[in-house]
């Protein structure tokens, strides 16, 4: 590996990045708090050779995510792991890294050579709009749009809080963070909620448009729910039928396997694309 040294990223850093710099996020050092840090290793002439950079969702707090970026020149050398304790060493607090992506990215590949465990999975997500049709429809099923907003907030956080409750709890103050924006980003004519009796959320698909193709989340907003598989499925079917009469072809499904009443009716969808990973990486 030849000899590297560490020191905080800078503005400067940033400023003068190389091209593969690019291939991650990356921000100056302690750009929010002290869960937020971020470093370059330098080799003995002071060239950088590596950046990396950690950090605690606003929203969980349980884990640290880690992303590192190697000179492409440069790796396979060891200088991905002297990264990795270097920032382990920046921790304000004793807890696990984790980070995410493609079953066979790099990224990937290089935390299971570190000892990562599996801790969520997600299954392809492509899914054609047309497919709507395999799914029923709801009686309880209205769109987002009927409801006032107030409600649909408190049914999406409701959701986030508890598919989240058993592999990566919420921390205090999430709901603000997962609703942030929720007004200019979510589709509220083709999200979809199921009401009971009462006027109360049971489930919710919700279909954002700050990506593309469109992302829909579903679930219920409580996990014990009797017909929750039916519901998700008419929330389901409700936004994915609105999608296709605008001429959207595809969206993709943003959930886990773990998702009770999702991944029963995400199977029948039948996706397409790689499986996802979330992993933990023991420090």
Do not use: K
């Amino acid at each position: 590996m030849g000899n590297v040294r560490f020191r905080p990223l800078s503005a400067r850093d940033l400023d003068e990045a190389p091209a593969w710099f690019g291939e991650i996020e990356l921000r100056e050092d302690g750009w929010r708090d002290a869960d937020t840090r971020s470093s370059v290793a330098v080799d003995d002439s002071g060239a950088v050779v590596a950046a990396g950079v950690i950090w605690t969702s606003r929203a969980h707090g349980d884990r640290y995510w880690i992303d590192m970026v190697v000179d492409p020149r440069l790796r396979r050398r060891g200088i991905g792991r002297a990264m990795l304790g270097h920032l382990a060493g920046q921790r304000a607090r004793g807890i696990p890294f984790m980070t995410r992506g493609y079953v066979d990215s790099e990224r990937v590949t290089f935390a299971f050579a570190c000892g990562a465990r599996t801790i969520q999975i997600v299954p392809p997500a492509r899914v054609r709009t047309t497919r709507a049709e395999v799914l029923r429809p709801h009686g309880a099923v209205v769109a987002a749009s009927r409801v006032p907003f107030a409600q649909v907030l408190g049914a999406h956080a409701d959701m986030y809080e508890w598919i989240h409750r058993g592999w990566s709890p919420v921390g205090p103050g999430f709901a603000a963070v997962v609703n942030e924006g929720l007004l200019d980003d979510l589709d509220l004519d083709a999200s979809a909620l199921a009401l009971d009796d009462e006027g109360r959320v049971r489930a919710i698909a919700a279909v954002y448009l700050d990506a593309e193709p469109p992302v829909v989340c579903a679930e219920t907003t409580r996990p014990d729910e009797p017909e929750g598989e039916r519901m998700v499925e008419g929330c389901l079917r409700h936004s994915l039928a609105v999608l296709a009469d605008r001429g959207v072809t595809n969206v993709d499904l943003d959930g886990h396997v773990s998702d009770p009443h999702l991944i029963p009716n995400w199977a029948r969808l039948a996706p397409a694309g790689e499986w996802f990973l979330l992993v933990e990486i023991p420090v």
